[in-house]
């Protein structure tokens, strides 16, 4: 049997999925500089181990309640040869997922202001929405970002 690979997630009390393949690495929040004049949904930037790294807030992406929570991570992402960090409440634990048990986003679902929703997995019973963070950004996002950075 086939078996997919996730890093698990937190926005407020929600679990949430990324394959692991997309994350460089998982760091705890740490000091973060602001970026005047930028999207409401960056946070800043994080210098970690001298690369400097936009953070995205994906609360705010996503427009969900800013509850706050005592734990931040910040995730690591890959998108070509940039890296952009996504603000999560925690992100500690990895999955395997059964291939069967990984489905498609229900097409009523997807629209285009949340095409980063890949596929949905069933885990002991529990539907977690799976996030491909490559697309959480559009590429003119992208590049007004590392324009600011």
């Not at 940039?82 to 997807?110: H, K, R």
Request: net charge negative; glycine share 4%.
């Amino acid at each position: 049997m086939a078996y997919k690979q996730y890093i698990i997630f937190k926005l407020n009390d929600e679990k949430y999925a990324a394959e692991i393949s997309n994350i460089a690495s998982i760091t705890d929040y740490s000091s973060i500089t602001t970026l005047p004049n930028g999207p409401s949904y960056i946070d800043g930037l994080l210098n970690l181990r001298g690369d400097i790294i936009p953070v995205i807030n994906l609360k705010k992406r996503f427009n969900l309640a800013d509850n706050q929570m005592k734990e931040k991570r910040i995730i690591i992402a890959r998108r070509g040869d940039t890296q952009i960090g996504f603000l999560v409440d925690d992100a500690s634990q990895s999955m395997s997922v059964e291939s069967d048990q990984v489905l498609p986003p229900p097409v009523i679902a997807i629209q285009k202001s949340n095409r980063y929703i890949s596929e949905v997995c069933i885990k002991d019973n529990e539907l977690i929405v799976v996030i491909d963070l490559e697309k959480v950004l559009t590429d003119d996002e992208v590049e007004e970002i590392m324009e600011l950075a």
